[in-house]
């Protein structure tokens, strides 16, 4: 059974980083493109980063570009978001995502990124 | 790269059919058939309805359906149960080789 579990999530003051985590577990990791998805409470979802299933190619959100690095360690079955700079507007609910043939077909429960002071 | 456009909400009685709609631009659902559905209940992950505008993984019940004119995706749902009641979002890959989603639509079962 597909699982993606994310982790790292919490509280930071403007201006601070974090590293969400993602653990996968039931599939190839090292098969699939892997993705980065928020969302705020109450609000749509949006997408916030991709990475090849070999980690040679990313690619960000014009939103997060320069501040968050999406990157995977493909013997660990893990993917990571490191998020610098971070902003209130940066709040929101951070998933992990598979994807195959450009469709996100299996997603992690989602862990919760509060930025404030 | 704008959000698709989805409906706020939809509402239908059980058994009834609703049909979501999602517009998009010639950069995005216009020129690519990578469109797909996600169904939310609240407080929970999205789960993937359909894929390549009208396929169903397995397991999807075939009272989901999708379809596709021009820009403009549409998720319709048939013989509708109170458990569909959920938020739904549409996405797109774009021509940028990156993703875009609706802003959601509110299903209520009436």
């Known amino acids: 059974e597909v699982e993606l579990v994310e982790s790292g999530g919490g509280l930071v003051q403007p201006g601070g980083s974090l590293r969400l985590s993602c653990e996968a577990s039931?599939?190839?990791?090292?098969?699939?493109?892997m993705h980065w998805v928020r969302q705020v409470p109450g609000k749509g979802l949006v997408w916030v980063a991709r990475i090849f299933s070999d980690g040679t190619d990313t690619s960000h959100a014009d939103s997060v570009k320069g501040r968050f690095t999406i990157s995977r360690h493909n013997a660990k079955n893990t993917l990571y978001l490191q998020m610098n700079s971070l902003r209130a507007e940066d709040t929101a609910v951070y998933y992990c995502a598979r994807s195959r043939d450009l469709t996100f077909d299996f997603w992690g429960q989602g862990t919760l990124v509060t930025v404030s002071s | 790269q704008s959000a698709l456009t989805q409906p706020a909400s939809v509402s239908g009685s059980p058994g009834q059919s609703i049909t979501i709609s999602c517009t998009g631009t010639s950069s995005d659902i216009g020129v690519y058939n990578y469109v797909s559905w996600y169904q939310q209940y609240s407080g929970k992950a999205p789960k993937l309805i359909l894929y390549d505008v009208g396929a169903r993984p397995s397991g999807v019940s075939d009272r989901f359906s999708g379809s596709k004119s021009g820009s403009t995706a549409s998720l319709t749902i048939s013989g509708l149960q109170a458990e569909d009641e959920a938020d739904y979002y549409c996405s797109s890959y774009t021509r940028s080789s990156t993703w875009v989603f609706g802003g959601g639509t509110k299903l209520t079962v009436l």
């Open positions: 039931g599939f190839t990791f090292s098969d699939f493109w």
